[in-house]
């Protein structure tokens, strides 16, 4: 998607402080030391009990179109530092130019559920390309998993009922509106109303009219007539422009119309009022005119709350269109995705690296992390992660809590490693359609909630699933916690 919309470079989708420390490792000797980075978040988002993890194939797409261009260094070369000097050195610019990654990406799948401290993305290979691709797959990553997740919820509110996108006008621009259209999409949503998405990622699209064509005409029902006349085979009536329900009195008749033309009529849209009032009286009103196939369409800013509200009310709606809360993923901004340094190869040997903090929950976790699943009977029982350098035997294992070495539980039965070679020497493994892959992750997504224990998918005061640190992992990032804090001058602590 991102070569159907950009064809300039877009290396320089980075923070300045990557650029620095580049030149840092390339003035200090350390730019190609091997380094493995691991990304992951913190926190579930919208105070749920599971994440979906989505944007690996445009994160890898980015990854493989990674170059400075003679434009990028044209640009880096005009930057000043403090006192007016060029911020950055023509030698390292020059080196820099026309480099192009050769990292090592593990991850895991697009659609899989994945929960706090888990790696969703694990990067190897030299330093200064391993620190320079941060930002970019935070971008990436943390807006896709974000919106993946709403999706997910929304449609889990929704219980089977097909959910459109409408979020198109309201989006955070125009990549915004594509990525959460194709995360939302691996979230479970039926289509969308962007034809562009359509267009680039083969999601289906759907639509109606809005409220300034009834009012373009002299009355609702010549409007309704019109546009039946102009779209046979696709009419659904948006019907409270003016009093909802003389509305659908008029969009029955045109629809009675249409069948004895041989068309069939879509059914109605309510965008306003008691949603759940006015759409039992809609049915009754159509299913009273023999036109019970007709479908009853809702929108007006809809999220799971509202639909999860809507239903144990007995509304009568088939179809959900969801704006503003799915696009701006509404109660919940961002994600609190982090991208954290957990190995260094020294000297042919790799050295584990620990970041400390005053919060258990923030220290980060040395090593080459991977994520092992188990199951039992079809369900998952809980998640472990481990360092790949030092993996757990089989058997009976037991995780530690991240944020709470109180808290343990064993593990054991058949397990699966999530992540997964995806990227080598910077060129992605597998080639796919970019429709293929979304259906795939989109599968997986609904795989993955059917093995999730119903009351992690609570939509409030969701379980919190087993997932956690593999013991010894956990033992070795304490005693480094400590040796760090021992160790550290008095005036630090």
């Known amino acids: 998607m991102l070569a159907s919309l950009y064809s300039p470079s877009l290396a320089l989708l980075t ?24 990304l992951h978040f913190r926190k579930h988002p919208f105070g749920g009990g599971y994440t979906v993890a989505a944007g690996l194939a445009e994160a890898l797409e980015w990854l493989r179109r990674f170059e400075i261009t003679p ?48 790696p969703l993305l694990r990067v190897r290979g030299p330093l200064w390309q391993a620190q320079i691709v941060e930002s970019a797959l935070l971008n990436i990553i943390n807006f896709q998993t974000l919106i993946a997740s709403k999706a997910a919820r929304i449609c889990a509110a929704a ?11 309201r ?90 033309r041989g068309h069939r009529f879509l059914g109605v849209r309510l965008d306003s009022g008691d949603l759940a009032y006015l759409s039992k009286q809609a049915r009754s009103m159509l299913d009273e005119a023999g036109l019970r196939d007709a479908s009853i369409v ?5 999220d799971e709350y509202t639909i999860e509200s809507l239903k144990q009310q007995g509304a ?18 961002a994600l609190g995705g982090v991208y954290k340094l957990g190995a260094l190869a020294d000297r042919g040997r790799w050295r584990g690296v620990v970041k400390a ?29 481990f360092d790949e350098l030092q993996s757990p035997t089989d058997g009976t294992v037991t995780i530690v809590h991240p944020g709470d070495a109180v808290r343990r539980r064993t593990l054991a039965g058949q397990y699966e490693d999530l992540l997964v070679p995806v990227m080598r020497q910077g060129l992605p493994l597998h080639t796919m359609e970019e ?59």
């Not at 923070?15 to 691991?38: N, R």
Request: charged residues 25%; proline residues 4%.
């Open 316 to 333: 009568r709606i088939d179809t959900w269109g969801v704006g503003t809360r799915l696009a701006t993923a509404y109660d919940q901004p």
């Open 159 to 169: 219980k089977g009922d097909p959910v459109v996108d409408f979020g198109l006008r």
């Open 171 to 260: 989006a955070q621009g125009i990549n915004g509106s594509l990525s959460a259209v194709r995360a939302a999409y691996i979230g479970g949503i039926a289509a969308t109303s962007n034809l562009l998405a359509g267009k680039l990622l083969g999601i289906p699209v759907r639509g109606t009219h809005a409220h300034s064509w009834v009012m373009s005409f002299s009355d609702e029902t010549t409007a309704f007539e019109a546009y039946a006349r102009a779209m046979p085979d696709n009419t659904l009536l948006l019907v409270d422009t003016y009093d909802t329900l003389e509305g659908v009195r008029r969009a029955i008749r045109v629809g009675l119309d249409l069948q004895r």
């Open 357 to 385: 903090s005053e919060h258990a929950a923030k220290a980060s976790v040395p090593g080459i992390l991977h994520v092992r699943r188990y199951t039992h009977e079809g369900m998952f029982t809980g998640d472990m992660i």
């Open 15 to 38: 923070d300045l402080y990557q650029v620095t420390m580049a030149q840092g490792y390339f003035k200090h000797g350390t730019a190609e030391t091997e380094a493995v980075f691991s």
């Open 298 to 302: 809702a929108s007006n800013d809809l």
């Open 435 to 493: 429709g293929s892959e979304l259906e795939q992750a989109r599968r997986r997504c609904t795989a993955d909630l059917h093995s999730l224990d119903p009351a992690c998918r609570r939509l409030l005061n969701a379980h919190e699933y087993p997932a956690g640190l593999e013991h010894s992992l956990h033992d070795r990032r304490q005693h480094m916690i400590l040796a760090s804090r021992i160790t550290a001058p008095e005036h630090s602590r």
């Open 71 to 118: 434009a990028d260094a044209e640009y880096l070369r005009s930057l000043r530092a403090a006192i007016g000097g060029p911020l950055l050195d023509h030698s390292f610019i020059t080196w820099l130019t026309g480099r192009r990654l050769t990292l090592d990406i593990d991850a895991v799948p697009e659609g899989r559920v994945v929960f706090p401290h888990e």
